[in-house]
């Protein structure tokens, strides 16, 4: 196989986009061979980008068309796990958006699916190519920083406007999308903390519902998380406040990050803090540090994960994130509605068949409302 066919699995927004990278010469070990939409419309507008593939209104006709090796799919949240179970009977290799899915189970059963199947399988998790996270990553894991103390993500640039709402009847419900702010902007962030940080013990979260928006989903949230080591996260994110900040600040017995504005700032002590705490005399000395600083402009992140996922499969390279992976950043947001609407803590992992009977009834009141 010199190149790998790909048929994308959704033309919207997100499938549009991908397309475009491959045509403008991003992704050179794939090839766009066909396009599944249940929108006829969608198709036509990507007939026109790119001719000579192959449309279709049914993914599983696209799928056994034999015309393309991996599917990529970028459809509604719920739809991720069903259809990437449908490329994994037919030994196609898949790549989906994020989030994996809406509820943990569903995403635990695809990923049982995928390791059965053999598959490439991975998850566009784009952030993980950033440069500054990479070497956030590095210092944190690397024990660099020393015994995890606190991390801190103010990401509060998420503005959208009640446009942006209006704009889908799926938009913004739990039926449509499963969440917010949550499921729909914060999945990377959400990601990159499991990634940098570690997966908390367990968590406590405050979600407001429609706060800023005329929805029913959260358009503001604030989640507390604990470990088993005593370090703690505070997550705070919303679509309701501009101008919004993104600042990531992580402490450990050695240091400091404050990854913000395209800058890593690093702050190295000298000494340990809790063996400077207990031998210094004087009782306001301040630390003594060393200073580092990074920056690095933003690659094309999706066009990065994308050939990765070629690469992995014509030639055995490595996923920048595999799909199995995907579950992750899903329970801590499960966790975290859970945590909401039940005003309790929850470990993680939380309690599947509780976080579907809550969201299936929430499901059940938009149906009875009038759009």
């Not at 069903?82 to 994994?88: D, G, K, L, R, V």
């Not at 790549?95 to 809406?102: D, R, S």
């Not at 902007?185 to 990634?195: C, F, G, I, V």
Request: aromatic share 10%.
């Amino acid at each position: 196989m010199e190149n790998l066919r790909l048929g994308i699995i959704g033309m919207g927004n997100m499938g549009s986009g991908h397309l475009q990278n491959i045509l403008d010469g991003h992704c050179p070990n794939i090839t766009v061979t066909a396009f599944a939409d249940i929108n006829p419309d969608k198709l036509v507008r990507a007939a026109k980008k790119l001719p000579s593939a192959v449309c279709f209104e049914n993914v599983g006709a696209m799928l056994e068309s034999g015309l393309v090796d991996a599917a990529l799919v970028a459809v509604p949240h719920y739809d991720h796990p069903s259809c990437a179970m449908e490329c994994f009977k037919r030994g196609i290799h898949c790549i989906i958006e994020k989030p994996a899915g809406v509820y943990v189970r569903q995403v635990r059963e695809m990923n049982e699916a995928a390791k059965k199947s053999g598959v490439v399988f991975a998850v566009m998790f784009n952030q993980r190519t950033n440069p500054l996270f990479i070497r956030a990553r590095e210092i944190v894991q690397g024990g660099l920083l020393g015994a995890p103390k606190r991390f801190v993500w103010i990401v509060t640039n998420w503005y959208r406007t009640q446009s942006y709402y209006d704009s889908g009847d799926w938009r913004a419900t739990w039926g449509g999308e499963g969440g917010g702010v949550l499921l729909n902007q914060a999945p990377h962030n959400l990601d990159l903390w499991q990634w940098i940080f570690g997966m908390p013990e367990k968590i406590h979260a405050f979600c407001s519902f429609g706060k800023y928006h005329k929805i029913d989903v959260e358009d503001d949230v604030t989640i507390y998380g604990e470990y088993a080591n005593g370090a703690t996260a505070v997550f705070i994110s919303t679509t309701g406040e501009a101008p919004g900040t993104n600042r990531l600040e992580i402490s450990g017995d050695l240091g400091k990050l404050v990854l913000e504005d395209g800058k890593l700032k690093w702050w190295k002590l000298d000494t340990p803090e809790r063996e400077f705490c207990f031998t210094r005399k004087e009782g306001f000395y301040e630390a003594p540090t060393t200073y580092e600083e990074y920056s690095a402009p933003a690659p094309n992140g999706h066009a990065i994960v994308l050939e990765r996922f070629a690469d992995a499969i014509l030639h055995g390279g490595k996923l920048v994130a595999g799909g199995d992976e995907g579950i992750h950043s899903l329970s801590i947001s499960n966790a975290a509605y859970l945590s909401a609407w039940t005003n309790q803590w929850v470990k993680l992992p939380g309690d599947e068949a509780l976080f579907e009977k809550y969201l299936n009834e929430l499901c059940a009141k938009e149906k009875g409302k009038k759009k």
